[in-house]
């Protein structure tokens, strides 16, 4: 069953082509990794999915509820907002208010997610690995069966990450979830995706993780910026951009 089906995907900012011609589906359990250097266009491309960017050519069609998690750069942590307020926003835009069983629900996914206690403390308190769960507790609160998730590990130190991950694949079992995760790092890709894609404003390779090898990835993306994960640290490759 197909849950995304993007088609001939065009999108410029002014006069920048930031997406050309991207097309591909996902189908329902699959656990997509994006990966690309900063400007690719991955967040671009999420943000049209969800329909935050309506200016584009092309087709995108999705069958099912989706749950958004942003990057975290983009999340304005200076508001004064609470936790609860946080995870309950995009709920209280539909319709104007909360309900009773609402509020319950969203402090259920606030233990879920390990937050209990921190329901009502300010998100600009909050560390990068504490408001990645609360984003996430956040997408999964619209009852989404489709998660897009950009950068979900970025600002999160290691420990958190795998209890990120841990968290993610329980939920994805419990609920069949299709996730489409964009990552900086390749080798966290490779290890819970199952399948990648490379896009650099193009679409350069879209495979089952198994019939795509990180050495043929270093080499398509090597002259930029990539996290490699190596054993139990975190290696940044730093070269010069060639192009
Ligand atoms: N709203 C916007 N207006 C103008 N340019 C934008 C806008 N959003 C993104 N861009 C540009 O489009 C390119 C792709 O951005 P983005 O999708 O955020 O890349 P990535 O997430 O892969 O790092 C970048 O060069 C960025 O500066
Ligand atoms: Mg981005």
Known sequence: MIKIRVENLFVKFGEYQALKGVSFEVKAGDF???????????TTLLKVIIGEIKDYTGKVEVYG??????????????????????????????????????RERALDMLKRV???????????????????????????????????????????????????????????????LTIVMVSHDIGLVFKECSTIMCLNKTLHCHAPTEKISPDKLKEMFGQFDLWIRADKHYEVEHRERSI
């Not at 690309?36 to 991955?42: D, T, V």
């Not at 750069?73 to 309950?88: G, Q, S, W």
């Not at 998100?123 to 504490?130: A, F, P, R, W």
């Open 32 to 42: 997509i990794g994006i990966i690309g250097p900063n400007g690719a266009g991955k």
């Open 65 to 102: 509820k989706m749950g958004y998690q942003p990057q975290l750069n983009t999340v304005n942590r200076e508001f004064p907002m609470d936790v609860f307020t946080y995870i309950l926003l995009p709920v209280y835009v539909k319709n104007r208010r909360f309900t009773r069983k609402e």
């Open 114 to 176: 390990g937050l209990e206690d921190k329901a009502y403390s300010l998100v600009g308190d909050l560390s990068g690995g504490e408001l990645q769960r609360a984003s996430l507790a956040r997408a999964l609160l619209s009852d989404a069966d489709i998660l897009l998730l950009d950068e979900p590990d970025s600002g999160v130190d290691e420990m958190g990450k795998n209890t990120f991950y841990e968290l993610l694949y329980d939920v994805k079992k419990e609920r069949d």
